[in-house]
């Protein structure tokens, strides 16, 4: 996609460049829309959902909700991020993405199925964020995800050794734990 961002940007730059009579032509007209073909989305099987909700209880209980809307409603993490109790309708089961948290930045109801109103709904508040902070949000989804692949006591032997250690280590830990997940 990026190459055609490129092309889109000298097109215009060479379109206004021959308005001023700068250039004769647009030699970027020429340039072919490169067409891409888009990935199915990666899901996961009901049994590591599971283990991953599983693991949200064990570890972290504030990541049980953004985990439950990401898992069962189809929202983008970011959009997770940025949602707040007070879009998400329990009664009737409707979550208000607005236009500045979606990608789109367009309003849109999201529904909730049973099964996420089960996860959720104990934590459900009036207000405030439905997600942890950022970084927070980003390293316990990670944590999370391994401890679904490689099992809770496992994870729980690792999240022990690096709590509280250094951001460049923590890096490092990530990127160990994002290998566990695509394994």
């Not at 236009?99 to 367009?106: E, G, V």
């Not at 950022?134 to 990670?142: A, M, S």
Request: net charge positive; glycine share 4%.
């Amino acid at each position: 996609q990026h190459r055609n961002n490129y092309r889109a940007a000298f097109r215009s730059l060479f379109s206004y460049a021959m308005k001023s009579g700068i250039v004769p032509t647009n030699p970027a007209a020429a340039i072919e829309v490169i067409k891409r073909e888009e990935a199915d989305p990666d899901t996961w099987p009901v049994a590591r959902v599971e283990a991953l909700m599983k693991a949200a209880q064990t570890f972290n209980a504030d990541m049980v909700a953004p985990l439950a809307v990401l898992a069962f409603c189809g929202l983008r993490p970011d959009e997770v991020k940025r949602l707040d109790w007070s879009n998400v309708n329990l009664k009737g089961a409707k979550i208000t993405v607005k236009s500045a948290t979606s990608k789109i930045r367009r309003n849109r109801l999201v529904d909730i199925p049973k099964n996420c109103i089960e996860w959720i709904a104990p934590m459900h508040e009036k207000e405030g964020p439905l997600s942890p902070a950022y970084g927070t949000f980003v390293r316990w989804r990670t944590r999370l995800s391994a401890a679904a692949v490689v099992g809770v006591d496992k994870a729980r032997e690792r999240i022990d050794q690096h709590e509280g250690t250094p951001g460049e280590i923590i890096t490092k830990q990530a990127k160990e734990w994002d290998a566990i997940i695509h394994d």
